[in-house]
């Protein structure tokens, strides 16, 4: 039996934090502990696999890069396509891209046109969620391919950081909260 309480408990014990990265003042969460233990890595997989398995998902979306890291794997456990939205520049075909705000700037997302069909039903994955505006541009790439965000999930979420105001309407799963 899955002790989705347990895998949580043990994938935050993994979590390290990084004062001062990557400037003054921010304390950042690293799963790098987690993806380079094969037994924490598949924990953390199997978290989202057991959370979705009976769910009517027919895409995994992954937000680069780190998104990827979960959502292939999801993708091939549950049997469904795997969808990569990209930063700007790095698809060859045509697609839909979307800009949203940073504390400094811009950034760009893309997806292909043709990765997901009118009506399809999208789980969007990503390894953290902070200020939500990543994961908000994504949700509208994969609208504007006509296809339905079923859930926006997430390993980390810095809770202080209002990421959730960003997504408000969508449903927002993470596992680790800080």
């Not at 979306?61 to 456990?77: D, H, T, V, Y």
């Not at 997806?111 to 399809?120: L, S, Y």
Request: charged residues 20%; contains cysteine.
């Amino acid at each position: 039996m899955f002790d989705r309480e347990q895998v949580v408990r043990q994938l935050a014990a993994r979590v390290r934090s990084i004062p001062d990265f990557p400037s003054p003042g921010i304390l950042f969460r690293d799963i790098t502990p987690i993806l380079n233990d094969a037994d924490s890595y598949r924990a953390a997989v199997d978290l989202f696999v057991e959370t979705w398995r009976s769910r009517e998902v027919e895409v995994c979306a992954g937000i680069e890069s780190r998104g990827f890291l979960f959502a292939a794997p999801l993708a091939l456990a549950l049997g469904t396509g795997f969808v990569p939205i990209r930063k700007s520049g790095k698809l060859p075909a045509a697609k839909f891209e979307r800009s949203y705000a940073l504390e400094y700037g811009t950034a760009t997302l893309e997806m292909h046109q043709d990765a997901v069909r009118p009506g399809q039903r999208v789980l969007l994955l990503d390894d953290l969620l902070a200020t939500g505006g990543t994961a908000h541009a994504a949700c509208q790439l994969v609208e504007s391919a006509g296809g339905r965000v079923l859930e926006v999930a997430f390993l980390i979420e810095l809770t202080a950081l209002g990421g959730r105001q960003q997504l408000a309407g969508r449903t927002v799963t993470s596992f680790l909260r800080y």
